[in-house]
Nanobody, 114 residues
Framework: QVHVVESGGGLVQPGGSLRLSCAPSGSIFGINTMGWFRQAPGKQRELVATITSGGSTNYRDSVKGRFTVSRDNAKNAVYLQMDGLKPEDTAVYYC????????WGQGTQVTVSS
């Protein structure tokens, strides 16, 4: 089993920045891909960014150039640096870990509003 916990959400003005962190624990040996999804009210959960153990990244188009996903393999931690935030980025952000199955964190609220 893998236990996933996120941190770092909050309220920020448009154009501001936030950094999300996620540190899986438990059976973490052999984790390959980790990343971030988000879900806004009334919408489906959507991929934001993923990163493999080798450092290959993937982003949804709407966050390219504004968000950066990174990983510390020694700590098995994954981060999401979010710059240039927009109101449409408002959502609950979930850390995602894949190890034979999907593991999810409890989610952290990100609100972008003036």
């Amino acid at each position: 089993q893998v236990h996933v916990v996120e941190s770092g959400g909050g309220l920020v003005q448009p154009g501001g920045s936030l950094r999300l962190s996620c540190a899986p624990s438990g059976s973490i040996f052999g984790i390959n891909t980790m990343g971030w999804f988000r879900q806004a009210p009334g919408k489906q959960r959507e991929l934001v960014a993923t990163i493999t153990s080798g450092g290959s990244t993937n982003y949804r188009d709407s966050v390219k150039g504004r968000f950066t996903v990174s990983r510390d393999n020694a700590k098995n931690a994954v981060y999401l640096q979010m710059d240039g935030l927009k109101p449409e980025d408002t959502a609950v952000y979930y850390c995602w870990v894949y190890k034979g199955r999907n593991y999810w964190g409890q989610g952290t609220q990100v609100t972008v509003s003036s």
